[in-house]
């Protein structure tokens, strides 16, 4: 099995990875891939209306765009990007899809709306879909994107903390089922990201706290020196202090953009971005999706998987204690309330479905040494896990 550990230097992976540019405005952060599919994130807060649409059009493959997000951001912000698009008469054809809001929507029902529409559109192969929202129109669209007319060009602009920080970036794109989390999809990369942290202003807390979960992943899997950030900032970026915001959503970029380029498909070292996933997944198919937020399962997963590596002494206990502060300091849930679903049985039978398994085995991110460091390993004490399971359904057993 392949245990994927992170370089010892962090010049070293810098090196590997993602560079940035900085403007008066905004950053760029540059993801590199292979066959000219390099592709800038932008991010900003103040860009004028004549930046924005220059920067976003330029990204465009023709004339023709399909711009779609749900029923709770069109209200607010689909307009703006309408206009911004069609901008002198750069995108002449651009129409307009509104899809239902929620974690639930993200299946093969509205993506078959969103393809229905492309037809129904004449869209062509110069066509460019572009996705308007939080992860789950950002997963959904780059999915249709991936499989219409065998794949055209799509834009990515996120306007959560979590698709700012993780799901926009990358080409990880898909939807749910009844028997498992983004379990049909397809790598497919966006032409452009395009950021304007000043949409997360109408962001509620419990959404942005969510997106926190990522950022702290980056901290505990790779960069130690933003998880040292997070610990002396918190409070700034729960309070949505704009330059902290845009702080955290360059060095997250910055870290996903490299290890994206590292290993794009997830054959080895890209798995490490899934550290409390396993769980979090199996949490948030288990209590029924929209139930609890992705960044909260994860946040709960991350905590099982830092007790885990601390019972098998793979970390020190200072080191769980610093990463369940943090999540609670982020105000994120650490542990399962008592009338969560979850039981061991139920936990077991949703992980064996993970993407990570292989050969029936699974596979999980767990820490390992100090803080910035983790595996990717099949070879942990199964005990353990169990042992972590069982800790975190307590209070739900007692419940029942
Ligand atoms: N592809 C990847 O690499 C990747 C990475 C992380 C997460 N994801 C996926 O992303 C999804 C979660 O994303 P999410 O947390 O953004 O959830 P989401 O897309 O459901 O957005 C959260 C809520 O915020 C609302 N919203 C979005 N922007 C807003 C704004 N500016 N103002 C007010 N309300 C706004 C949305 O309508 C929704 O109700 C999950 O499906 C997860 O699996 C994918
Ligand atoms: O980009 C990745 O790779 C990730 O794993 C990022 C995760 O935060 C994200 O939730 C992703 O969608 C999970 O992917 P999956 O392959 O486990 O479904
Ligand atoms: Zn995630």
Known sequence: WTTVSRPSSTALWSSLGSTLESKEQYDIVKVDLEDDRDYPIYIGTGYSED???TLLQQHLAGKKVLLITNDRIAPMYLDHYKQLLS??????????????????????NNLQKILDRCLELGLDRKSTLVALGGGVI??????AAAVYLRGVAFVQIPTTVMAMVDSSVGGKTGVN??????????????????????????????ELQSGISEIIKYGLIRDAALFEWLEENMERLVQRDPAALRYAVVQSCLNKAAVVKA?????????????????????????????????????????MAARMSAQMGWIDES???????LLERAKLPVALPPDSPMNRDTFLKLMSVDKKVANGQLRLILLKGELGNCV????????????????????????K
């Not at 498992?180 to 497919?188: E, L």
């Not at 080191?319 to 502060?325: A, H, N």
């Not at 990717?376 to 419940?399: N, R, Y």
């Open 138 to 143: 950002g997963d959904m669209v780059g999915f």
């Open 51 to 53: 930046e924005s649409a």
């Open 177 to 206: 089922h009844a028997l498992g989390k983004n379990m049909i999809g397809a790598f497919h990369q966006p032409s452009c990201v395009f950021v304007n942290t000043a949409t997360l202003e109408t962001l509620p807390d419990r």
């Open 319 to 325: 080191l769980l204690q610093r990463t369940m502060k």
């Open 263 to 303: 290993d794009e498909k997830e054959a080895d070292v890209r798995a490490t971005l899934n550290l409390g996933h396993t769980f979090g997944h199996a949490i948030e198919n288990g209590s029924g999706y929209g139930t609890w937020l992705h960044g909260e399962a994860v946040a709960i997963g991350i905590a």
């Open 376 to 399: 990717f390993t099949a070879d942990f004490d199964e005990q353990a896990m169990l042992d972590t399971i069982d800790h975190f359904c307590e209070p739900c057993a007692v419940a």
């Open 87 to 108: 901008r002198n008469n750069r995108a002449e054809d651009i129409h307009t899809l509104v899809l239902p809001d929620g974690e639930e929507q993200k299946d093969m």
